[in-house]
């Protein structure tokens, strides 16, 4: 695995802790659910043998998109 691949694989990997541990924190949405999609968005690309920049960058930007969901109440 080249250095950039590492890089980013860990960034992802952080980026879903990081998601995965703001979930204790919702007050508004049910949390079982959340979790769920945050764990099937994360995996979906883990099912291609070849995680592309390309791929990466999308889930990067899918798990910052539900944290700023999380931090927005719909109510």
Do not use: C, H
């Not at 590492?6 to 703001?22: E, G, H, W």
């Not at 291609?48 to 969901?69: E, F, K, M, P, V």
């Amino acid at each position: 695995m080249s250095l950039l691949a590492t890089q980013q694989r860990s960034a992802v990997l952080m980026l879903y802790r990081l998601v995965l541990r703001t979930s204790e924190q919702l007050q508004f949405t049910d949390r079982a659910w959340f979790e769920a999609r945050v764990r099937r968005e994360f995996r979906e690309p883990r099912a291609n043998a070849q995680l592309t920049a390309d791929a990466i960058q999308a889930s990067a930007a899918r798990g910052r998109a539900l944290l700023y969901l999380k931090e927005r109440p719909l109510l």
